[in-house]
């Protein structure tokens, strides 16, 4: 075994890809770009694996692509071709924001954001994108596909309820932001360039039209073991106006339905907090921003 594993296989269909799966009987494991798992393996983080099951060229599951009111993203699209897009641009601007944060070029070249959510980190950038804005996944397995909110899949950190040893993620979605709506993503992080996020927040908003908050989903990371919806924060503003002193407010109720942790070698729980009350509120009123520019302007 010279790179860490046996075999490599590129399946064409993702009934081709479920079936290698289970003739490997667990042995094999599902890749996309590689960028985590590859490089987990060669630094001797994850034992050798007989074989790689690569998910990121099965036909048409390359591309971003139209359902009605979703926009469906495939396993094997990279980042880049998210920040690229210009319906995601449009109406999943966090989305887009989120993965255009992520390493560099290269990485961002060759990852994919169903790789991302798969990983299940508690603050990588497309997931919690994706989150803020509801997002859904498809897996398929020996018994079929199924979709299912992306929140459900996060066991803990590195942890998912998608056996990645027998099952794929085979397409993400959500419902484009229509009129009156907007979305934000910001990340702080060390100015060293390519590290762990200190916290990672993402925002969908909609306003009726009075300029008061009639939905609003708040994503964060890492301040727990998951992916972080602020249910608490959003629920505080629901029927509020949309004014920097109600945004404030949200903030503080997300701090106190979180335990912000403290790490050695990013920040303190104290340095985390102030980025949430500096930035959270900024982020909303920049979604609110984008809800006004996206609104019907009537007859
Ligand atoms: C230098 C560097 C910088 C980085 N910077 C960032 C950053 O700023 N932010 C960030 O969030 N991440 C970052 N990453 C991590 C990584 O690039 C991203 O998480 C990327 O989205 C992973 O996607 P991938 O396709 O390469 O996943 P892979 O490495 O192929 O897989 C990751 C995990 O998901 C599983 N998996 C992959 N695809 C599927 C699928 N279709 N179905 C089921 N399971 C699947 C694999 O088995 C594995 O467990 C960085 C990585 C590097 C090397």
């Given at each position: 075994?010279?790179?860490?594993?046996?075999?490599?296989?590129?399946?064409?269909?993702?009934?081709?890809?479920?079936?290698?799966?289970?003739?490997?009987?667990?042995?094999?494991?599902?890749?996309?770009?590689?960028?985590?798992?590859?490089?987990?393996?060669?630094?001797?983080?994850?034992?050798?694996?007989?074989?790689?099951?690569?998910?990121?060229?099965?036909?048409?599951?390359?591309?971003?692509?139209?359902?009605?009111?979703?926009?469906?993203?495939?396993?094997?699209?990279?980042?880049?071709?998210?920040?690229?897009?210009?319906?995601?641009i449009r109406c999943g601007t966090c989305l887009s924001e989120s993965c255009g944060v992520i390493g560099g070029p290269q990485v961002r070249n060759s990852g994919t954001l169903a790789g991302n959510v798969a990983h299940a980190l508690p603050a990588g950038d497309g997931t919690i994108g994706l989150l803020a804005l509801g997002g859904e996944i498809e897996v398929a397995g020996p018994s079929g596909r199924r979709w299912m909110p992306m929140q459900d899949s996060f066991k803990g950190p590195g942890r998912s309820f998608i056996d990645r040893h027998r099952e794929v993620l085979t397409r993400l979605r959500f419902k484009a932001t229509g009129a009156g709506e907007g979305s934000a993503h910001h990340r702080v992080m060390r100015p060293q360039g390519l590290c762990l996020p200190i916290i990672s927040m993402g925002v969908r908003l909609k306003l009726d039209d009075r300029g008061r908050v009639q939905a609003v989903r708040i994503s964060m990371g890492p301040v727990g073991p998951v992916p972080f919806v602020a249910e608490e924060a959003m629920a505080s503003l629901e029927g509020k106006a949309a004014?920097?002193?109600?945004?404030?407010?949200?903030?503080?109720?997300?701090?106190?339905?979180?335990?912000?942790?403290?790490?050695?070698?990013?920040?303190?729980?104290?340095?985390?907090?102030?980025?949430?009350?500096?930035?959270?509120?900024e982020i909303l009123a920049r979604a609110a921003r984008r809800a006004v520019d996206t609104r019907d302007p009537g007859p």
């Open positions: 075994m010279i790179n860490g594993w046996n075999h490599y296989h590129t399946p064409d269909s993702v009934e081709q890809a479920v079936a290698l799966l289970e003739r490997y009987g667990g042995q094999a494991r599902v890749v996309g770009g590689g960028t985590d798992l590859l490089v987990e393996i060669r630094r001797g983080l994850r034992k050798p694996i007989e074989a790689l099951i690569d998910a990121s060229r099965i036909a048409g599951l390359d591309q971003v692509t139209r359902d009605g009111d979703y926009i469906v993203i495939g396993c094997g699209v990279t980042h880049t071709q998210i920040i690229r897009n210009p319906d995601i004014t920097e002193e109600h945004f404030k407010q949200a903030a503080e109720v997300a701090l106190s339905s979180v335990t912000l942790r403290a790490s050695k070698y990013r920040a303190s729980h104290e340095y985390r907090a102030r980025m949430v009350r500096s930035y959270l509120p």
